[in-house]
């Protein structure tokens, strides 16, 4: 075995752990020039391939993949079977219903594939240019190679993924959008290493030697892990890599007339070909009940098959006077070989109970059901240009189900613009007024400013070295990017606003941004980057400082810093972030003040962040450098070993205070979240803000309401495990002790507990918060909030969880939930790209929810369950025609009828209504969020209402088959000249009676019927007469239909008026108890919600009276609120119900006169009025209808 495994691996193609490029293919004198021509070999070209098929593999992969299906696997199979054996119907009503089915979906798929392959010969054929040899070359873009000198000019894409090597800018940089990646639409700064961005002419480079060392491409588009080693005449210069200086393909030059780099990634390599494969599917409740329910059908299918293979046996060894020729000897004929054709006969009659149409039709009609959500024009934001996106159309239904919902804070509830109010200098509260900076006063006087700006004078501070200290950390300590308006048009390196006022800053962190805005308010205006240098103008003095190292924010820190040089080469390393994680780190400063100015900001809501110093001897800095030198040209484990390095950096700071920002609430975030509580959805808040903060915001935005009890679960009383498990309990039992009464309890957890409460504690920790009407957990890393969600997704009762947030700190979280919900935020798409439905704004999620979502879920299990009761409905019959025949397997209706059942008689309106169909109006839905929980739970595809529409079905077809036979049994003559019924006649007019019944039972199950929904019942109708009269009044080829034996079978029958009766009786006897089941389905609904209006208006006296005078306005009041009565059940009520309120009244007297309704009560004499009128009674459109009492 190891010695078979060891020549396998020595087949298998071993790829390095890095790879090494030299630039334009060009090795260093001391290595062979050979490694350097040949290294594209190792690599895939730049072709792109975005297509599944080509012409030779279309049709084997894509039946290969249709077939993998269930559902299409098993009629595949019976359509084998019934090519081997005597089939007792046509093969054709397994294959042809089959090949349609699979041809309609390949048309689908071969339809978008070919799309793709006109996309991707436009993009591999586009003109590209490349400097070889000195010399710039014309090729196509996929014949560019691993290593090739790409030029690339303004507003063009970037071909592949570049090492950038120069560009036009002297300071070798660069402008880019990456709107096709990620969908942010700002610009980004990338930047060349320092030793390359000479190089601007073509010619030039062939005095460029260089080798590009970097990891193996990963989908990440944020991560690149690279050096670059550029030789010199006798030496080499190491400079590591980041994503600064990487050109992504699919990103677009802008504002930079040209720049040059490296390819080092091509083709399927690329990070654009590697995010565009699909993500981990997820399946909906709905699509999991339906599985459930074809795996019972098929289970019925075989019993069914069973029990009459045996009785078939059974009948033919009954004794029986004379032995007639047609019936076989049982005794005979009983052998493996005769039983297994037999079963497999009677399940090849059987087998349409399998509706093998419906995986088809569901799949279409999430796919259209999901492009109305783009449409919405409800759900477009005008502020940011943008509608709600489906990334997925799998969910749909899942909207309609959520039960928690996990909510990101900053961004998703606020609105993510920060803007600078209050800060915390050397333990002194400043706040901002009128654009100026002021000193608070300690008892809440008079604030007193502190930096005066004159007209006449030098501009200068009246305040002391420690303002100046402050803004001068938050002036440099950030990673904002300057655009001026002009620069950016022309592309200029150098413009200069002495005011700040014609800057645009651009920042990935709100909070920096507000920052640098804030000190340019106050005088101190920063320039941006030049030539390695930070510039700052103090009140006009220009300040240079030399940036010599950024120790990048991350999630685990909670913090980042800038190492700078000032003009008196004073070394300095400034830090800001968290408080958690800067005040550990103080050593000297206003710590203990510090922190409690942060708690008092926290309380008012605002953000908060801590700010330190320290100043570096020479000696230290020299060892830092080292550390992060080696760091940052590490390939393997380079995050690691900056983490460490980091920590050993950023200690024994002193620190200078903190900031307070304001971040608004969104409009609408209060109502939304009101809503959805009263929808039955639990609200959950995890934010990784501080614990006043979250609080604050909290009941800022009704998550927490006043008078709801807080219990908290924070680092104040959980030191350790046993201590958090112990208040938990004492929480638990809290809210037992109090469980009669009416009052509720919002859980505050932090990260620090969290940590605990889910690693020994969880099903005391998930007890608890079910017990809770709201949950915030603050001070959250993103993988806490990926485990609080888990933490309820796998509870017992497995809830359906909804995700949403605008960060990438939310992706693992929104990736973790059943249903992933982005915002398109201020923070990148990253959320967006990960979610499966995205909008702009958090109170979209309400009509998201409440409106799409109910829709949603109602039409598709109205859809699965119909698909299922019209088989059963249909394919009954012949079971029960066994019966009849003898177990004969002589089928009852024709090949044709099986053939176009499920394709064309009964699919088309079912489709529209899973489409169009609204049984409760869009306002109602959000006036009255409650009915939103009576479709949770997957409680319309439940067992009960899985039975109810089955038993139905069972009914229908009852009274189709022992209608007929009784109507038209005992051989009665039909016709006037004597003649009588045959096989083919009964088959016929029992299955005319079930399509018009089964398509009338969706009638009944419609509210709503815009022009669509009409018109598929006439296409419908129409359509299947005409294919009827087409097949039975032709005499078709022989090699199309063998037998002519339906040959004006369907106009026959219908010459008979006997025929007319029955097909017009049967289907309203058969459908009798689903017009009951809808008058008391909708009496109940529309009874409730008037009587509960009504009852504190009327005497006890007088209500029975009044019940039923409401009850006699819903044949119109359900005409309001979009309750469409079809025809049929409208005159019933209309004109039946009165008749019913005698005989229930008894002492009433009713009499109906020019449109009147007069109600005499003797006994009680009173007189009651109801006047209806009717201004229109068209169930198709909107109506206009009164009553008055």
Not at 389 to 414: I, P
Not at 546 to 552: D, G, W
Not at 703 to 710: F, W
Request: charged residues 20%; hydrophobic residues 40%; aromatic residues 12%.
């Amino acid at each position: 075995m190891d010695t078979a495994r060891r020549r396998w691996d020595c087949f298998k193609r071993q790829i390095p752990t890095d790879r090494s490029i030299y630039v334009d293919n060009k090795a260093p004198v001391s290595e062979s020039p050979e490694v350097a021509i040949h290294q594209h070999q190792h690599y895939p070209n730049n072709r792109v391939v975005s297509s599944k098929y080509t012409v030779w593999n279309f049709i084997p992969k894509n039946l290969f993949e249709q077939f993998r299906r269930i559902a299409n696997f098993y009629f595949l199979c019976v359509g084998i079977i019934q090519l081997i054996i005597d089939s007792p119907v046509s093969p054709a009503t397994s294959i042809v219903p089959l090949v349609f089915v699979v041809t309609v979906t390949a048309i689908k798929q071969g339809y978008e594939d070919w799309l793709r392959h006109k996309a991707d010969n436009e993009v591999n054929n586009r003109k590209a240019f490349i400097v070889h040899n000195g010399e710039l070359t014309q090729i196509k873009a996929q014949n560019i190679k691993v290593g090739d000198i790409v030029k690339v000019e303004a507003n063009q894409g970037f071909p592949c993924d570049l090492v950038m090597i120069s560009s036009h800018d002297p300071e070798g940089k660069c402008y880019v959008t990456t709107a096709n990646l990620d969908g942010e639409t700002n610009l980004k700064t990338h930047f060349c290493v320092p030793e390359t961005r000479k190089f601007q002419k073509e010619g030039e480079f062939t005095n460029l030697c260089a080798n590009i060392e970097c990891q193996q491409p990963i989908a990440d588009l944020y991560k690149f892990i690279g050096r670059i080693k550029v030789y010199n005449d006798s030496h080499h210069v190491l400079k590591s890599l980041g994503p600064e200086n990487i050109l992504l393909r699919g990103a677009r030059l802008k504002n930079t007339p040209f720049v040059y780099g490296c390819a080092i990634y091509t083709g399927p390599d690329t990070k654009m070909a590697l995010n565009s494969k699909a993500k981990s599917t997820k399946f909906s409740r709905v699509e999991r009940g339906m599985n459930t329910y074809l795996i019972i059908f098929l289970v019925i299918l075989l019993l069914e098959a069973l029990v009459s293979t045996i009785l078939s046996y059974w009948y033919m060894g009954q004794d029986r006077i004379g032995n007639p020729w047609y019936i076989p000897d049982a005794k005979q004929d009983v052998n493996a070989k005769n039983v297994i054709s037999d079963f497999l006969s009677f399940m090849i009659l059987y087998n349409y109970i399998i509706p093998i149409s419906l995986y088809v039709t569901v799949e279409v009609q999430k796919f259209v059901g999901s492009m109305f959500l783009q449409w919405d024009l409800e759900m477009y934001d005008e502020d940011s240009d943008t509608t709600a996106q489906a990334n997925t159309s799998d969910l749909n239904e899942e909207l309609g189900q959520v039960e928690y919902l996990f909510t990101d804070k900053t961004g998703t509830l606020t609105e993510n613009d920060m803007q600078f109010r209050q800060c915390s200098i050397n333990a002194i509260k400043y706040e901002e007024i009128g654009g100026h900076i002021h000193e608070m006063a300690p008892q809440g006087g008079q604030s007193t400013p502190v930096i005066r700006l004159t007209a006449e004078e030098k501009k200068s501070f009246l305040c002391k070295a420690e303002i100046e200290e402050f803004l001068e950390l938050l002036a440099l300590c950030h990673t904002v990017r300057v655009d001026h308006r002009e620069a950016t048009e022309t592309g200029a390196s150098t413009l200069y606003s002495n005011t700040g006022m014609d800057y645009e800053y651009q920042s990935s962190s709100p909070d920096e941004k507000a920052f640098v805005e804030a000190c340019c308010r106050y005088g101190v205006v920063f320039h941006g980057i030049r030539d390695d240098h930070l510039e700052v103008t103090f009140h006009g003095e220009m300040r240079r400082y030399r940036l010599l190292h950024v120790l990048e924010f991350d999630a685990t820190r909670k913090r980042m810093s800038v190492i700078i040089q000032k003009e008196n080469d004073e070394i300095v390393l400034l830090c800001k972030g968290a408080e958690t994680a800067v005040l550990k780190m103080g050593i000297s400063g206003e710590t203990d003040r510090t922190n409690d100015h942060i708690h008092d900001y926290a309380v008012l809501g605002l953000r908060t962040l801590a700010l330190g110093k320290r100043v570096l001897t020479l000696k230290e800095y020299e060892r830092m450098n080292g550390m992060l030198t080696e760091a940052r040209n590490s390939l393997d484990g380079r995050e690691e070993k900056l983490q460490e390095a980091f920590q050993a950096i950023e200690k024994d700071l002193h620190i200078l205070g903190a900031t307070a920002v304001e971040d608004r609430l969104q409009d609408g975030v209060p109502e939304t979240i009101t809503t959805l509580r009263r929808a039955g959805i639990k609200v959950w808040v995890l934010t990784g803000d501080k614990e006043e903060t979250a609080v604050n915001i909290s009941y800022s935005a009704g998550h927490i309401i006043d008078g709801m009890e807080e219990l908290r679960v924070t680092k104040a009383t959980c030191t350790d495990h046993t201590r958090c498990g112990e208040e938990i309990a004492k929480h638990i039992h809290r809210i037992q002790d109090r469980s009669p009464s009416s009052q509720q309890f919002v859980l505050i957890v932090d990260g620090f507990s969290l940590t605990f409460a889910l690693g020994e504690h969880t099903e005391v920790f998930r007890e608890l918060c079910q017990m809770c009407a709201a949950v915030l957990c603050c001070r959250m890393s993103p993988l806490q909030k990926a485990e609080v969600v888990k933490l309820m997704k796998t509870a017992s009762h497995a809830p359906v969880t909804a995700a949403i947030g605008d960060g990438a700190n939310d992706v693992s979280m929104i990736q973790e939930a059943h249903v992933g919900l982005g915002v398109m935020g201020k923070e990148g798409r990253q959320a967006v790209r990960n979610s499966d439905y995205a909008f702009a704004k958090f109170r979209f999620l309400q009509r998201l929810l409440l409106v799409h979502g109910h829709y949603f879920y109602y039409r598709l299990t109205t859809l699965v369950q119909y698909f299922f009761y019209k088989n059963v409905a249909f394919i009954t019959m012949q079971l029960f025609f066994a019966f009849q025949s003898a177990f004969s397997q002589q089928s009852l209706v024709s090949s044709f009828h099986l053939m176009f059942y499920n394709i064309t008689m009964t699919s088309l309106p079912i489709f529209i209504y899973s489409l169009f169909e609204q049984h409760i109006s869009q306002r109602d839905l959000i006036e009255k969020p409650h009915l939103y929980k009576n479709i949770t739970r997957n409680s319309k595809l439940d067992k009960r209402n899985f039975l109810r529409w089955n038993v139905l079905g069972l009914w229908h077809v009852f009274v189709f088959f022992f209608g007929v036979l009784f109507l038209f049994g005992d051989d009665v003559p039909l016709w006037p000249d004597g003649k009588m019924m045959g096989l083919l006649s009964f088959g016929t007019i029992a299955y005319t009676v079930c399509v018009i019944a089964v398509n009338l039972k969706l009638c009944l199950e419609t509210y709503y019927w815009p022009l669509p929904m009409f018109m598929a019942y006439v296409v419908t109708g129409v359509g299947n007469l005409c294919m009827t009269l087409l097949y039975t009044m032709i005499i078709w080829p022989a090699f199309i239909q063998s037998l002519q034996d339906n040959y004006k079978v369907y106009t026959t029958s219908l010459s008979s008026g006997t025929v007319w009766l029955g097909i017009v009786l049967l289907p309203l006897i058969a459908l009798f108890p689903d017009v009951i089941i809808r008058v008391a389905r909708d009496t109940s609904s529309l009874v409730s919600e008037t009587t509960k209006q009504r009852r504190s208006q009327i005497g006890k006296c007088q209500y029975n009276v009044c019940v039923h005078v409401i009850i006699c306005q819903i044949c119109v009041r359900g005409i309001q609120t979009d309750q469409h009565l079809n025809f049929f059940y409208f005159y019933l009520i209309l004109y039946c119900y009165p008749y019913l309120f005698v005989v229930q009244c008894k002492l009433m007297k009713m009499f109906y006169f020019s449109g009147t309704w007069w109600v005499n009560s003797c006994s009680m004499g009173t007189k009651t009025y109801v006047n209806v009128w009717v201004l229109q009674c068209s169930p198709f459109g909107d109506r206009g209808v009164g009553q008055n009492y």
